[in-house]
């Protein structure tokens, strides 16, 4: 672990510099791997994950375990959704996705045996809480009978909500059947904003689930919100903002809505005329940070605030925070197993990914096989870069003394390149360089995927720029 470096603490946590943003804003990963998702191949199979799995044993299995599980079904249509989702309201296709899953669990429980400890678990989607109460109960029992869960003081079992499948019944039995934490999609209290993406969520459900969830002894209770979205203004989301902060959340993520209707047919139904203009989106960012600093939120970074005694903010100040397909968490060296459609798995030094389509997930599992369609396998470089990125992400400092006395490079050769593109950022007031430390500065932090980038290696080879930058969303 590097050792903080204090005069951080002296600095704002974040500061809001819109001219800074409008010169730098650009199209850039999310970093929530690196490599980033789009650079996994399909060369990489089934054998190479099962190696990944069998060096990890090798080297005594030393990391307990974070365990993903997808659950693609939703009900309704957000017509700004990005994520990787099933819209009916077909519930017998849950059953039938269900019995395959547990077949994927089977046989990544016997992968793991004797290695099985599990400290983090999560439930994402789509929207998991698409199966009923039966449905979710006889999942959680199939994957502890393969998987040792860690105690409820010691492990974080979270899960996503979409407060209008549940009721404050459904809300106390996902307490007692695991789950500690869960996170709310909100997105916008404003009526009209929601009727323009199609998600109506009357204010009182949603204030009855957080209501619910605290009286069941959920530790945390996380909210989703988006700016950027129709029918948005300064005046709605000041209005949404002092519901968020009267509603007292642990944690608020507030995600930036890209609009690429090329890529995801559904944000077609959007109306582009409704949408505000950038310079409205940055006043709307602006003012989401200064309400809820104002209110105490901690920046952890990347959209995420947290109050200083939350887990995150502990983790954060501690150096032992980590960031991964779910956004930052708190427990940096667990190796991640994914199951059902499209799940990510980060094992070893290899990223590996499931089918995308439910037919070929449930060919697969029919022919017996993990249904692992294509990965990576990271080289040294890969690591190097992804232990750099991790840290200026979770840390917004990296310690060039630490990275040189763990790895055989000296870091003004290894990244000569890098340090000229450093160089302009300081000078444009993002970071500050010495020969041991890279230290973000409190407006550096807002753009901290524009300095992430400067150490990605893929992206900067130059026949690629133009071309792969197109596909990401805007860093701001
Ligand atoms: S935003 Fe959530 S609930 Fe809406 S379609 Fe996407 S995954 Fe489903």
Redesign the pocket.
């Known amino acids: 672990m590097a050792v903080p470096n204090l005069a951080m603490n002296a600095i704002p946590a974040v500061q809001f510099d819109a001219e800074l943003i409008r010169k730098l804003t650009q199209q850039g990963p999310r970093y929530t791997s690196y490599p980033t998702a789009d650079r996994f191949n399909g060369n990489f199979g089934v054998g190479d994950y099962l190696q990944a799995v069998n060096s990890v044993r090798a080297m005594g299995a030393r990391n307990p375990l974070s365990l993903y599980v997808h659950i693609p079904f ?1 009900e309704h ?2 017509y700004y ?1 990005a ?1 990787n ?1 099933i ?1 009916t309201k077909v519930r017998s296709k849950a059953e039938v996705y269900l019995t395959y899953l547990k077949r994927e669990i089977d046989m990544q429980g016997k992968l793991f045996e004797g290695m099985n400890t599990v400290e983090q678990l999560h439930f994402g ?3 998991p809480t698409y199966l009923n109460d039966a449905q979710m109960g006889d999942l959680l029992a199939h994957i502890r009978k393969w998987f040792k869960f860690a105690t409820d003081d010691a492990g974080e079992y979270s899960i996503e909500i ?1 407060p209008r499948t549940v009721s404050a019944a459904r809300i106390r039995t996902l307490r007692e059947q695991g789950f500690n934490r869960v996170s709310l ?1 909100v997105q916008d209290f404003d009526p009209d904003v929601q009727k323009a993406v199609n ?1 109506i969520q009357p204010e009182e459900k949603t204030l009855e689930v957080i209501q619910a969830a605290r009286d069941a002894g959920f530790r945390s209770i996380s909210i989703d919100l988006i700016y950027g979205l129709p029918k948005q203004n300064l005046i709605t989301m000041n209005q949404t903002l002092n519901k968020v902060i009267a509603a007292n959340p642990d944690r608020i993520s507030i995600y930036n809505y890209a609009h690429m209707p090329a890529l995801f047919k559904s944000q077609r139904r959007i109306s582009e005329d409704e949408l505000p203009s950038g310079e409205t989106k940055l006043d709307m960012l602006s003012l989401c940070i200064r309400r809820l600093t104002e209110a105490g939120y901690v920046y952890i970074g990347m959209d995420h605030f947290a109050k200083p005694d939350d887990d995150l903010a502990i983790a954060q100040r501690h150096g032992r925070l980590h960031r991964n397909f779910q956004g930052y968490s708190t427990h940096a060296d667990a190796e991640m197993v994914s199951v059902g459609v499209s799940a990510i798995s980060a094992v070893g030094s290899t990223y590996s990914q499931n089918d995308k389509t439910l037919e070929g997930y449930y060919e697969r599992i029919e022919q017996g096989e993990l249904p692992i369609v294509r990965g990576t396998k990271l080289s040294l470089d890969d690591v190097l870069r992804r232990i750099i990125i991790q840290m200026l992400m979770c840390n917004f400092e990296l310690s060039i003394r630490s990275l040189e006395l763990a790895y055989p490079i000296s870091f003004a050769t290894y990244f000569q390149q890098e340090l000229a593109k450093l160089k302009e950022l300081e000078a444009l007031g993002l970071l500050k360089l010495d020969s041991e430390w890279l230290t973000v500065t409190a407006k550096g932090r807002l753009l901290i995927r524009n300095i992430c980038m400067v150490f990605d290696r893929y992206l900067n080879m130059p026949q690629e720029i133009k071309l792969e930058r197109m596909k990401y969303s805007k860093t701001i």
């Open positions: 939703c249509l957000c959704c994520c989702k819209v989607g789509g929207t979409d999609g998600r």
